[in-house]
């Protein structure tokens, strides 16, 4: 892993002793703290009146959310001794338009508000670096998980987004879109919404109910 020395802890993030586990193990070997990842994530796909159990929703936001909210109540106090960072893997569907996925995109937005509210509790002692990534590649965008709506959109590659997401985590950057053209797409948002809105309705919902079922 580009380390002489790794500590690999199984842990579900939706668990809180399993957060609390984690770090209070990472410290024990370590002795502080520098940087949090919160990056675990799991796919919300299909439409919410199609859902034949609203029950399973909440593992998407018990995951995407509470998850990171966890391991951020337990590793708090360690960063902010030794003033570290935490970088929190949003998603574009967080700022964006996500039909298809509208639980998903609500999980991730919710870890942006999260994170903007806490940047502000926490002041200079903790650094926050948001990420919002467009699509890469991954479990959740290839296959049966990605929508033909969504087969004309590029996928950038997960070694790509890693050195991107590192880099900006070095610099101490606030937020971090990427890929950069991404941007455009939360400009027209807020310049074109209505148009914006019709054209997604159209190229979502354009293809059969049967097919979309199938992507």
Not at 17 to 29: A, G, L, P, S
Not at 79 to 89: D, M, Q
Not at 131 to 160: C, F, H, N, W, Y
Not at 169 to 198: H, M, N, Q, T
Request: aromatic share 10%; hydrophobic share 40%; proline share 4%.
């Amino acid at each position: 892993m580009g380390s002489p020395d790794v500590l690999l802890i199984r842990a579900d993030v939706s668990k809180v002793e399993d957060c609390k586990r984690f770090v209070d193990e990472t410290m024990e070997h370590f002795g502080q703290l520098d940087h949090l990842v919160n990056n675990a994530g799991i796919p919300g796909v299909g439409l919410l009146e199609e859902t034949t159990n609203i029950s399973d929703l909440t593992s998407v936001v018990d995951i995407n959310f509470w998850g990171s909210v966890y391991g951020t109540y337990f590793a708090a106090p360690y960063l902010r001794k030794s003033h570290g960072k935490i970088i929190v893997i949003s998603s574009a569907a967080g700022r964006f338009h996500s039909p298809g996925a509208s639980i998903y995109g609500a999980s991730k937005a919710a870890l942006i508000s999260l994170y903007e509210s806490l940047r502000i509790e926490f002041g200079s002692d903790i650094g926050i670096t948001i990420v919002t990534p467009g699509l890469v590649k991954s479990e959740m965008t290839t296959g049966k998980l990605r929508s033909k709506a969504l087969q004309s959109i590029p996928i950038e590659s997960t070694e790509d987004c890693a050195k991107a997401i590192v880099d900006s985590a070095c610099r101490g950057d606030r937020y971090l879109v990427e890929p950069s053209w991404v941007w455009i797409l939360f400009l027209v948002k807020v310049l074109f919404p209505e148009v914006l809105e019709w054209c997604l309705h159209w190229l979502f919902f354009s293809t059969p109910r049967n097919s979309r079922k199938a992507a």
